[in-house]
């Protein structure tokens, strides 16, 4: 009787030695864990099992070569049964019926069919569907006796042993399998199992059904499964992809490298050398943020020769390269070289002083007028109050400029006394600078207390001011002649310094306790000027810019005009100007004034182009942001009106004496020794006579004694306010009518 065996074994399992683990670790289906496992998943080796058939008179040990996968035929069953001959369930009889797909985590169903297939450690374990398998196949074959008896029972259960031995004996799959030591050592297993081992396998062979036979010889048949069992590897969490190249690890600087390796990579045709990014480089400027711009072309159209080579000079102008950090503000630097302007210093690089300088200790501040003791009634009950009045005739678009009224007379518009109003008035200084105080800050206030070296405490400015815009209020405490002079002959006996100045009606004003404008200092050419207003009817002393602008960090001075009263008292001035007058005095008479410079001659190009800023912007004040302030005409504002000022020189007389060193006048102030008389008579002509006279422009505060037109007007006055006492004035008009071109205006009313 033919008997078949059955062997199935993996042949990679006897491949070689290593893969003796794989081998049966195949059957467990242990995944692999790295991506080096997987090379031998997926390397060309087939993964077939042997399959020997012995028939009864040969062994054959079929171990067909791979085939591909396209050429494997599908495991259908024949279509065609004989009725005559068995038929056979394969899957049945190789012991894959009962398997189906099996599902693994990360595995591709469809790539994933997997085989199982009996190895010896499957046999040998005892896996009861092998054994179930085997009993069907022995039942099938008709084999049902052999495997009942106790002996073939025995014989049916290989050994540990014997299948190790089996595993060892390995070759190369896909050799001659009748000559493989494979084929032998599945004839002896075969042997095993057939519980005839010690006699010849092909006697008990049974005759194949020649379906058997035509199937024999495919894989189908053979239960091999050629395709590699395919895995998925994960690693941290991520896939790994089999396909994609490995990398290669950067050889350490340090390590041994093989000579031979060496060797091989020089052999190793050179691959394209990826692209490295250089590393960034950081740029670091080496100019302004707003420098290196680039110079427009045309900058030098219009200009001269001489100021061409000068601006060629200057290093700024030089074409460089452009800079795109920042784009230059509007190029307003440039404008500024080209038209020699000043600029205007920045409030914080002026650096004003920190809070909590000292202060003189008799100090305390007062910024308003304030009436001392009899002061108020006597104030009161004068007269002049109702002289102070006047009324402008302009017309919105004159701005109440250079032709205003009030501003001749050194009256501040207001509600009552303006005949534009507050939107086109221009005439409001006062007023401005209490607004521009309210709002506070130190560049509001624009000045600060300082610390000369030689001359006491000082005063400078901390922002820029246009020429005759007013600076600070002179305040302090009004007082009556008599009192000054005992606050001089008992309070201030020991002092050095005086704060007194005449101020209106014989009163004088007293700034030892008062305005930050008390600490100004005395200059032979000064920057500013004491001028006294009447503003609301009432007057006020303030300082303001002279012709000239004030910029960021100037001291601010001006000319006292002292009225020593005694030769002892003389002070000597330290104010270091070159026409200084030495003291702290009056001009002493026969001296002549220095020269006034001309500012187009003997002075650089450069410094004579000073006469074209425009202050205005440069100041930068909130006026000038003031669409109606025409302050280009404000040089007629600042006019003195000499017959207040000499109001003031009036105040001065009863001071004097022998006990009273010193007392202040404003700048504008005449010689002493007016008499009263001849200006309680001038000082009311002027207010109703300013209405109908037309005032010149020309008027310069500075020269204002020199000049003569001011005082025909005065004359006029005159005549108007003779209607009183109409004797006395008309003997005053004539006498003012010819001296009006006098150098003085104060003897006018002589
Ligand atoms: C109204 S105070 C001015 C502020 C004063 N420097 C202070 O420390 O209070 C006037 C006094 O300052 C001093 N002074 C002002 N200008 C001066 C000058 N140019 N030269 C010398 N002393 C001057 C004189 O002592 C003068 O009496």
């Known amino acids: ?34 991506v080096t496992d997987s090379d031998s998943l997926h390397s060309d080796t087939p993964k077939h099992d042997v399959i020997a058939v012995i028939d009864d008179s040969t062994v054959v040990a079929v171990a067909p070569p791979p085939l591909p996968v396209a050429e494997v035929p599908s495991p259908r069953r024949p279509q065609r049964a004989r009725a005559s001959l068995p038929v056979y369930n394969l899957a049945k009889l190789s012991g ?52 009942k008896t106790p002996r073939a029972q025995r014989l049916a259960r290989p050994s540990p042993r014997s299948l190790r031995s089996v595993a060892r004996l390995g070759g190369p799959a896909g050799g001659d399998a009748a000559d493989s030591p494979v084929s032998s050592a599945a004839t002896k297993l075969a042997a095993i199992v057939t519980k005839r081992g010690r006699k010849p396998v092909g006697k008990t062979g049974v005759k194949m059904s020649r379906e058997l036979r035509r199937l024999q010889d495919t894989k189908e048949f053979s239960h091999i499964d050629d395709r590699p069992v395919v895995h998925s590897v994960w690693s941290n969490g991520k896939y790994i992809d089999p396909n994609r190249p490995v990398e290669r690890r950067r050889p350490r600087k340090n390590a041994k490298v093989d000579k031979s390796e060496i060797e091989v990579k020089q052999e190793e045709p050179e691959e394209p050398a990826p692209q490295v990014k250089k590393p960034r480089v ?79 200790d008799e100090w305390k501040k007062m910024t308003k007028n304030r009436f001392i003791g009899e002061s108020k009634e006597i104030w009161k009950k004068m007269p002049h109050i109702l002289d102070y009045q006047s009324k402008c005739v302009c017309k919105p678009e004159d701005g109440c400029s250079e032709s205003c009224q009030n501003r001749i007379m050194l009256y501040e518009c207001d509600e009552t006394n303006c005949n534009i109003g507050k939107a086109f008035c221009t005439n409001r200084a006062f007023a401005n600078l209490t607004a521009r105080r309210a709002r506070g800050g130190k560049y509001r206030v624009g000045v600060e207390v300082i610390k000369t070296s030689d001359r006491g405490y000082g005063v400078r400015s901390n922002r820029c001011f246009r020429p005759h815009q007013i600076i600070m209020e002179y305040a302090g405490e009004i007082i009556t002649e008599e009192e000054c002079e005992r606050r001089m002959n008992e309070v201030y006996k020991d002092n050095e310094c005086y704060y007194l100045m005449s101020f209106d009606q014989n009163m004088i004003i007293d700034a030892t306790t008062g305005s930050i404008a008390r600490f100004v ?72 004034p220095p020269p006034k ?120 006055k005159l005549v108007k306010n003779t209607a009183t006492t109409k004797g006395q004035r008309k003997k005053r008009e004539s006498t003012t009518i010819t001296v009006s071109g006098a150098a003085s205006g104060l003897s006018v009313s002589v």
């Open 521 to 592: 200092n005395h200059s032979c050419n000064p920057n500013c000027r004491m001028i006294k207003w009447i503003v609301s009817g009432q007057p006020r002393m303030a300082l303001f810019a002279g012709d000239k602008p004030i910029m960021t960090g100037e001291e601010l001075t001006y000319d006292y005009n002292f009225d020593p009263f005694s030769a002892k008292n003389v002070q000597k001035c330290l104010c270091g100007q070159p026409n200084c007058r030495g003291v702290l005095g009056p001009k002493p008479k026969g001296v002549k």
């Open 597 to 716: 410079e001309n500012p187009g001659k003997g002075r650089g190009k450069g410094k004579g182009k000073g006469g074209k800023r425009k202050f205005k912007d440069l100041s930068g004040n909130e006026e000038n942001q003031d669409p109606n302030n025409k302050a280009k005409k404000r040089k007629i504002q600042d006019k003195p009106k000499p017959i207040r000022t000499l109001k003031a020189v009036k105040a001065l007389k009863p001071v004097k004496g022998p006990k009273v060193k010193k007392a202040l006048k404003p700048a504008k102030t005449v010689k002493p020794g007016k008499t009263l008389k001849s200006i309680k008579v001038v000082k009311p002509k002027v207010a109703k006579v300013a209405n109908v006279t037309k005032p010149r422009k020309t008027l310069q505060p500075a020269n204002a004694k020199t000049t003569k037109r001011p005082y025909s007007k005065v004359s006029i």
């Open 96 to 147: 894959t019926a009962a398997h189906g797909k099996r599902r693994a985590k990360g595995d591709i169903v469809a790539d994933r069919r997997r085989r199982r297939t009996i190895g010896g450690t499957a046999l040998a374990a005892g896996d009861a569907d092998v054994g179930a398998a085997l009993d069907t196949s022995i039942d099938a074959l008709g084999l049902a006796a052999a495997k």
């Open 282 to 360: 950081k740029k670091y400027m080496d100019h302004g943020l707003y420098s290196g711009q680039d110079v427009p072309k045309d900058m030098v159209r219009g200009l001269t020769a001489a100021e061409k080579k000068q601006l060629a000079q200057l290093p700024e102008l030089r074409p460089r390269k452009e800079n795109k950090v920042m784009p230059a503000p509007i190029f307003g630097g440039f404008r500024t070289l080209l038209a020699g302007r000043d600029f205007k210093l920045p409030f914080h690089v002026c650096n004003p002083l920190p809070p909590g300088q000292p202060k003189p």
């Open 1 to 34: 009787m033919a008997s078949l065996s059955l062997f199935v074994e993996s042949s990679s399992s006897l491949a070689s030695s290593a893969d003796e683990s794989s081998n049966l670790a195949s059957s467990s289906s242990t995944p692999p864990t790295t």
